[in-house]
C-alpha cells in the first residue's frame, strides 16, 4: 500500500530554516510527481511546492518563491522541502502528497513552527 511519512519539521526562529523529507513506499516512485502542502489552524491546506517525476520541473505557491526549494532523490524514494527564510507565516503542518491511480494519499504531516 502507499505510504508517505514525512520527518523533518520543529520549532525554528524567523529567518531560520529546516529541511523536511518524506519517505515514500508502495509505489514506484520514480513515475509519479510529488507534492507538498500545509495547513496552518482554521485555514483550508494549500500546495506549498511540486516536482516531476524525474525532478526537471518545479512549481511553487508565490508565497515560498525564492525561499523554498523541492527536490527529490528517485533512489531513495524521497523527496525533500528545504525552507528557508522563514517566516511566522510559514507555520504549519506540512504534508507530502502523491496522486496515485486517481486517489490522493498523504503522509500524517509534520509540524513546522516558526516564532522567536
Known amino acids: 500500500q502507499v505510504q508517505l511519512v514525512e520527518s523533518g519539521g520543529g520549532l525554528v526562529q524567523p529567518g531560520g530554516s529546516l529541511r523536511l523529507s518524506c519517505t515514500a513506499s508502495?509505489?514506484?516512485?520514480?513515475?509519479?510527481?510529488m507534492t507538498w502542502f500545509r495547513q496552518a489552524p482554521g485555514k483550508e491546506r494549500e500546495l506549498v511546492a511540486s516536482?516531476?517525476?524525474?525532478?526537471?520541473?518545479?512549481n511553487y505557491a508565490d508565497s515560498v518563491k525564492g525561499r523554498f526549494t523541492i527536490s527529490r532523490d528517485n533512489a531513495k524514494k524521497m523527496v525533500y522541502l528545504q525552507m528557508n527564510s522563514l517566516k511566522p507565516e510559514d507555520t504549519a503542518v506540512y504534508y507530502c502528497?502523491?496522486?496515485?491511480?486517481?486517489?490522493?494519499?498523504w503522509g500524517q504531516g509534520t509540524q513546522v513552527t516558526v516564532s522567536s
Open positions: 502528497n502523491v496522486l496515485w491511480r486517481t486517489s490522493n494519499y
Open positions: 508502495g509505489f514506484t516512485f520514480s513515475s509519479y510527481a
Open positions: 516536482i516531476s517525476s524525474a525532478g526537471g520541473r518545479t
